[in-house]
């Protein structure tokens, strides 16, 4: 049986003043996308290019219900949870494309 990996993730600007919510099933390949502004739009617009926060799932269909949920809840509900797994807001993708 197939082992899949979904990714649900959180990425913020250089101030941490913007948060994006993302899934994606391959997070290495989308955060290099958003860092190097392969598509236009949110993330490009607002320079969202360090990941701050993920998790990982098996089933798509559980990665996009917890995106819709993250995404429903408050600025206050995603800055807790990053706070939680990344006090220092660290960019978690550092070291992936050396």
């Known amino acids: 049986m197939k082992v899949h990996e979904y990714y649900v993730y959180i990425l913020t600007n250089q101030s941490?003043?913007?948060?994006?919510?993302?899934?994606?099933?391959?997070?290495?390949g989308r955060t290099y996308?958003?860092?190097?502004?392969?598509?236009k739009g949110f993330t490009a617009t607002y320079n969202c290019n360090k990941l701050v926060y993920y998790e990982e799932f098996q089933w798509?269909?559980?990665?996009?219900a917890r995106e819709k949920q993250l995404k429903a809840g408050s600025r206050q509900k995603k800055i807790d949870l990053i706070i939680t797994d990344n006090p220092l807001?660290?960019?978690?993708?550092?070291g992936w494309y050396d």
């Open 33 to 39: 996308d958003h860092k190097n502004k392969v598509f």
């Open 60 to 64: 798509i269909h559980d990665a996009i």
């Open 89 to 94: 807001w660290n960019d978690l993708s550092d």
């Open 16 to 28: 941490n003043s913007v948060l994006y919510v993302g899934v994606t099933n391959d997070i290495q």
